[in-house]
């Protein structure tokens, strides 16, 4: 006998329920947000407009976030890219460290970690020179105090799902 798995969550204040279908339906965008929900139907076993008012669901409740282009950065030439540890004044928050790298294109990722640093950046640029420019305007916020900076040199996994 095939147990169903389901999940139950709180979203937005509500209790909702992700039944197998959702959970399919999330699986099939997450493969391709382009399918139409005509293809998602075929996979799911339910018509096109039923598959849009779970999809508008699960859009009201918080659950799909939005939909995106997954851009190869070696296609529009931002080959390099480093993680950067940021350490901070005593009092920095996650917002402005959050509000700080935001304004700086290069970073296309931040995260606030344990250990000795405080905030985890990932950077992309098209080279040293490049990244070494995002690198100084990066440690001109005055609430850096430091920076430790790894370079990648090859990707060993790389998944658009995060």
């Given at each position: 006998?095939?147990?169903k798995q389901s999940l139950s969550?709180?979203?937005r204040g509500d209790s909702l329920h992700l039944d197998d279908t959702d959970q399919r339906i999330i699986a099939a965008l997450t493969k391709d947000a382009r399918a139409s929900?005509?293809?998602i139907g075929q996979v799911v076993s339910l018509s096109a407009p039923a598959v849009k008012r779970r999809v508008d669901r699960l859009r009201s409740a918080g659950v799909?976030?939005?939909f995106t282009a997954v851009?190869?950065?070696a296609a529009i030439g931002w080959t390099?890219?480093?993680f950067v540890e940021l350490f901070c004044t005593g009092r920095t928050t996650p917002a402005q460290i959050a509000a700080a790298v935001r304004r700086h294109p290069e970073v296309v990722g931040a995260y606030t970690v344990s250990?000795?640093?405080d905030a985890l950046v990932h950077l992309r640029a098209a080279d040293i020179p490049h990244l070494e420019q995002a690198l100084e305007r990066l440690r001109s916020e005055s609430f850096i105090t430091s920076t430790r900076s790894m370079i990648v040199?090859?990707?060993l996994v790389d998944s658009p799902h995060g």
């Amino acid at each position: 006998m095939e147990r169903k798995q389901s999940l139950s969550l709180r979203a937005r204040g509500d209790s909702l329920h992700l039944d197998d279908t959702d959970q399919r339906i999330i699986a099939a965008l997450t493969k391709d947000a382009r399918a139409s929900f005509a293809d998602i139907g075929q996979v799911v076993s339910l018509s096109a407009p039923a598959v849009k008012r779970r999809v508008d669901r699960l859009r009201s409740a918080g659950v799909i976030r939005g939909f995106t282009a997954v851009v190869d950065p070696a296609a529009i030439g931002w080959t390099t890219e480093a993680f950067v540890e940021l350490f901070c004044t005593g009092r920095t928050t996650p917002a402005q460290i959050a509000a700080a790298v935001r304004r700086h294109p290069e970073v296309v990722g931040a995260y606030t970690v344990s250990g000795e640093a405080d905030a985890l950046v990932h950077l992309r640029a098209a080279d040293i020179p490049h990244l070494e420019q995002a690198l100084e305007r990066l440690r001109s916020e005055s609430f850096i105090t430091s920076t430790r900076s790894m370079i990648v040199l090859s990707r060993l996994v790389d998944s658009p799902h995060g």
